[in-house]
């Protein structure tokens, strides 16, 4: 898989580690991101990681951007694009190429968009959580694969509350990701396993 990263990638991080098990079932081809100098990529870098930076802001438009991404993912031939904390739509260009899946730090349909968690304690939600879903075009809105749920707690605020979440999220994320590398997935009615569709 390529993981691709806004920011200091602690969900990355437990994909590298799970990936250190040969019966995990899947490693990490390659670490990108939209941000040059994260934390995240300097973990990916001292885990001996390829990396790839794309800033945004290098490039006039979103598409030529996107197509920027796609490029430089398709140079690791990953099976699986795994948006974790990455922080940027991704368009056509990269969705129409590989698989990908996304980690969001909220119930899903509820509280998309950058500030899920800042969102679902404005909102009064007694209990929130994470998802991971498979992309689609939209935001935060593709098919669902795993919810995990977690309960506000009176004195929380958006950081601890983020914290909390970001614990769940990564044991979802590395038991999801090793689930789909070992048993494949099914898209409009075919088997899809990395790397090969069964017909
Ligand atoms: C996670 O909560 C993820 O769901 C959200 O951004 C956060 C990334 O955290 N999209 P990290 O960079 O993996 O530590």
Known sequence: ??????????NMAALLEA?????????????????????????AEEAGVPTFVVPFRDYTDRSLWNAAMAERI???????????????????AVIGSHPAVNIHPALL????????????????????????????EGVDSGPIIDQ????????????????????VERRMLVDTVGRLAREGWTIDGRQVRFGRTEQ
């Open 19 to 43: 990936s250190r098990d040969p019966g995990y079932g899947a490693g990490v081809v390659a670490v990108g991101s939209d941000r040059k100098g994260t934390r995240g990529i300097e973990l």
């Open 148 to 167: 995990v749920a977690v309960p506000v707690e009176d004195d929380d605020d958006e950081s601890s509350l983020h914290e909390r979440i970001k614990g």
């Open 1 to 10: 898989m390529v993981v691709l990263i806004s920011g200091t990638g602690s």
């Open 109 to 136: 349909p509820s509280f998309p968009g950058a500030h899920a968690v800042r969102d679902a304690l404005a909102h009064g939600v007694r209990i929130t959580g994470t998802t991971i879903h498979f992309l689609d």
């Open 74 to 92: 398709s140079e690791h031939r990953p099976d699986l694009v795994v948006s974790a904390g990455f922080m940027r739509i991704l368009g056509p």
